[in-house]
């Protein structure tokens, strides 16, 4: 199916009127935009938005190597460790609401619908708020610092995704033909067996693209770090907009630029994944395809 074919699927293509009208509508949009986004310009060189000094401090080099790459490091880091966490608990609690035991999925769906109805910013704070108040990791195992504010950061980003992944598994399950486990049971392997050589394989290739989605939202969510002072890249600046008080939407915007570079390249390794799993699903069916017109030609 061709690209113009696959955009008509769901409506009729525009007639002459309809194309003219469209047309229309669509410069009206654009003047508007452009206006709204001449208005702001103006109303931001007012202010001296663009003035050189206000970016030259933001942007000095002790600043972007003692703030802004320590803050990137950081946000990195946090992104790691709670996508390794989110990751491995999805998958525990997604078989768990699969299982075959009541308990089990009982205890995995009150996880999942638990935490997934938290707002995440609130999970971090009641978690760090709760050992501020006991002391236990400082007590405990001695964190202190950053450390203890990384630790309850990836807690966080970590329980949360992992119940909407536990979600994204349980539902990358159902939707499996059921006659792909029935053919496991079949040829007499038991259920952790056709689980795990027959239902997983299948559902990793379909739910892929959804959990590398998911993870560039936990990226974005590391700055929620910020409410407890973790040194990511919202908190590092928030800390150099006070610090240069003319610059401190300077320090935002160069701060959402950053975001927005480490999420588009996630966003492209989704699309690279989704294109290299269409191939593999493409290429055997389309060798099928080949032998049977071979066989019929001869």
Do not use: C
Not at 150 to 169: H, Q, R, S, T
């Amino acid at each position: 199916m061709t690209r113009q074919q696959e955009s008509t699927v769901l409506f009729d293509a525009l007639g002459p009127k309809g194309r003219q009208r469209s047309l229309i509508a669509s410069i009206i949009s654009g003047a508007v935009i452009l206006a709204l986004l001449g208005w702001g310009a103006l109303a931001l060189a007012r202010d001296g938005f663009f003035e050189e000094t206000r970016w030259a401090n933001p942007l000095d080099v002790l600043v972007v190597e003692n703030t802004w790459i320590p803050a990137i490091l950081n946000t990195l880091l946090a992104f790691a460790l709670g996508s390794v966490l989110a990751i491995v608990l999805g998958v525990v609690f997604g078989f768990g609401r699969i299982s075959r035991f009541a308990l089990t999925r009982w205890a995995a769906t009150g996880y999942v619908q638990f935490f997934r109805s938290l707002p995440l910013v609130l999970l971090i704070w009641i978690s760090f708020t709760i050992d501020g108040a006991f002391r236990f990791t400082g007590d405990t195992f001695g964190w202190d610092g950053d450390t203890r504010r990384l630790v309850f950061l990836v807690l966080g980003l970590g329980i949360y995704n992992g119940a909407v992944l536990a979600e994204i598994l349980r539902a990358g399950v159902a939707a499996l033909p059921p006659g792909q486990a029935m053919a496991g049971y079949a040829v007499g392997l038991n259920h952790g067996q056709v689980q795990r050589l027959v239902v997983l394989p299948q559902v990793v290739r379909n739910m892929l693209p959804a959990v590398l989605a998911q993870l560039v939202i936990l990226l974005k969510d590391t700055s929620l770090g910020a409410v407890i002072t973790y040194p990511e890249l919202l908190h590092s600046a928030n800390i150099i907009g006070h610090d240069y008080g003319q610059s401190y939407l300077q320090a935002l915007i160069i701060a959402a630029f950053i975001y927005f570079a480490m999420a588009y390249a996630l966003s492209k390794l989704v699309v690279v994944v989704e294109r290299r799993m269409r191939t593999k699903t493409a290429a055997p069916l389309a060798r099928v395809r080949q032998i049977e017109a071979t066989a019929v030609a001869e």
